[in-house]
């Protein structure tokens, strides 16, 4: 079978899983020319098999040798298709791993779910015997509550509407894109899929059932950015959402304290992944931000930033290096006030005959292709791929 990439809007409809393979081994190339690091031996990666979640993974194991036991909701093969990238980036990074002598567990199934909770508490228990770090890198737009209530985040402003050029990849144009104000309901729920609540029932259920190490961390992650995207984000549902996360790392910080622990948010900068790419208008300023971040040497993909944060800001020589509100400032280079006037002065004058020239889509493109196995280099996509023999592959 020869597979050639289905994009409907922003969202892959379709991976390439051999690429997938490749785009894994590029992270883990990256880790490791950048260098080892003393990171924490034993971690629990919630939303482990892509964007901010795998690369986490990837630079805990390969640059710090960490044992891992990684969580996520993927689709393996059935009649429907070939399964989705994650479910493959999982496969490929627990063989990866394991040639090295690491551990690498994979857990498939609801993160949200009291169920998965008690089985990933049991797989503690028999192969790692405790944690000492916790990565949240969940993104979801539905939430089964513990009493079998759906829950479903959106992404709305608050206040006005907004809107403006968004981008469309499958036709690799600009489409007006607006966002509506949300209703009370819609932010409360927004809050309850994408905030710290069930942050918080994980480490309470982890400390309960002793599965936490004296001096273990928590983070999640998290996005400010600047104020010109403040009607997309920080006062977005989505913004009250991460707002909730801050004040919850507060809670389970209290929560740690008697093992000597903290829990920390790390505010990320903006990237290329399959949650973002979905975020109406965002990917805008994303494209002129890529463009000006690489013209001026400072640019980041998911795997350097993840690689920075463990090895420089979280265990690196100064420890936890936070801000005045406990956030780890990992969009430090992205909020420099000389990348955001050139952002800003950019970002008036695109249209969709000109995009291309002003900032760096190409590049976001090329990125959301590698995150479903496309267009990454050293794959022969003429080849066909053996689908009987991936099917046997088990995460
Ligand atoms: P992603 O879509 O690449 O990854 C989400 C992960 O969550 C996947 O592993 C997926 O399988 C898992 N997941 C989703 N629902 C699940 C469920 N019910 N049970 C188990 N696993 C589930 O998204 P991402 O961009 O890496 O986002 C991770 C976090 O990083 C989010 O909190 C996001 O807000 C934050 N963040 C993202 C950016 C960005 O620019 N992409 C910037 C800053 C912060
Ligand atoms: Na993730």
Same mark, same amino acid.
């Given at each position: ?39 924490? /031996? ?32 993927? /689709? ?17 990074? /627990?063989?990866?791993?394991?040639? @090295? ?83 009370? !309901? ?10 710290? !609540? ?51 790392? !507060? ?6 304290? @008697? ?48 690689? /920075? ?65 496309? !267009? ?20």
């Amino acid at each position: 079978m020869i597979i050639h990439p289905q994009i409907q809007g922003c969202v892959a409809r379709n991976c390439h899983p051999i690429g997938c393979r490749a785009a894994v081994q590029q992270q883990i190339a990256s880790v490791k020319a950048a260098g080892p690091f003393n990171g924490p /031996r034993r971690v629990l990666v919630l939303g482990a098999s892509s964007g901010f979640g795998l690369a986490s993974r990837i630079a805990l194991t390969f640059g710090a040798g960490a044992d891992t036991l990684g969580i996520s909701f993927e /689709r393996g093969p059935s009649d429907k298709g070939l399964g989705s990238a994650g479910w493959y980036n999982n496969i490929w990074f /627990r063989q990866a791993a394991e040639q @090295e002598g690491r551990i690498a567990i994979n857990l498939i199934g609801d993160a949200f779910s009291d169920a998965l909770r008690q089985q990933a508490i049991d797989c503690i228990r028999q192969q790692l015997g405790q944690v000492d770090l916790v990565v949240y890198s969940l993104a979801s737009g539905l939430r089964v509550l513990p009493d079998g209530r759906q829950v479903r985040s959106v992404l709305k402003t608050t206040g006005q509407p907004f809107s403006g050029w968004g981008l469309d990849l499958e036709q690799d144009t600009l489409v007006q894109q607006s966002l509506s104000p949300a209703t009370p !309901e819609e932010i409360r729920d927004t809050v309850t899929v994408m905030g710290g !609540e069930d942050w918080q029932l994980w480490l309470q259920a982890l400390q309960q059932a002793d599965c936490l190490a004296p001096g273990v961390q928590t983070v999640a992650y998290s996005y400010i950015g600047p104020e010109s995207t403040y009607p997309l984000y920080r006062d977005g549902t989505i913004g009250y959402a991460k707002e909730h996360l801050h004040a919850t790392a !507060e809670t389970i910080n209290l929560q740690l304290a @008697e093992l000597g622990g903290h829990a920390w948010v790390s505010v990320c900068k903006a990237l290329v992944t399959k949650a973002s790419a979905y975020i109406p208008v965002l990917p805008v300023y994303l494209g002129l931000l890529m463009g000006v971040m690489k013209e001026r040497g400072v640019h980041e993909g998911c795997i350097e930033q993840m690689q /920075r944060l463990f090895a420089a800001k979280m265990y690196g020589p100064h420890g936890v290096v936070a801000d005045g509100n406990r956030l780890i400032r990992m969009d430090d280079h992205e909020l420099d006030p000389a990348i955001q006037s050139a952002v800003s002065a950019l970002w008036p004058k695109v249209t969709p005959d000109n995009f291309h020239a002003l900032g760096d889509f190409a590049g976001l493109r090329q990125d959301f292709m590698e995150l479903n196995g496309f !267009e990454l280099p050293g794959v022969d996509y003429g080849a066909p791929v053996d689908v009987a023999s991936l099917t046997e592959l088990l995460p």
